[in-house]
Nanobody, 117 residues
């Protein structure tokens, strides 16, 4: 079982920046994909960005050029640097991680990001 703990959310004005962190713990931390998803009120959870173990990244079109995902494999931690934040980025952000060979992954508890206009 992989446990994920997010941190770094908060309230920021439009145009500002935040950095989210997600630390994984537990047994067998051979993690393949790690990523961030978000869910705004009344909307479905959507992909924000993912990163593989070697470092290949994928971003939602809505965040390309503004958000950067990275990971530290030695610390089993994934980061999301969010710049030029917009009110529409307001959501609960969830960390996701999946072990090599696993068909399903684990989710963090979520961290609130609120962008004021």
């Amino acid at each position: 079982q992989v446990q994920l703990v997010e941190s770094g959310g908060g309230l920021v004005q439009a145009g500002g920046s935040l950095r989210l962190s997600c630390a994984a713990s537990g047994s067998d931390l051979s993690l393949s994909a790690m990523g961030w998803y978000r869910q705004a009120p009344g909307k479905q959870r959507e992909l924000v960005a993912t990163i593989t173990s070697p470092g290949s990244t994928n971003y939602a079109d809505s965040v390309k050029g503004r958000f950067t995902i990275s990971r530290d494999n030695a610390k089993n931690t994934v980061y999301l640097q969010m710049n030029s934040l917009k009110p529409e980025d307001t959501a609960v952000y969830y960390c996701y991680a999946r072990r090599f060979g696993a068909s399903v992954g684990s989710w963090g508890q979520g961290t609130q990001v609120t962008v004021s206009s």
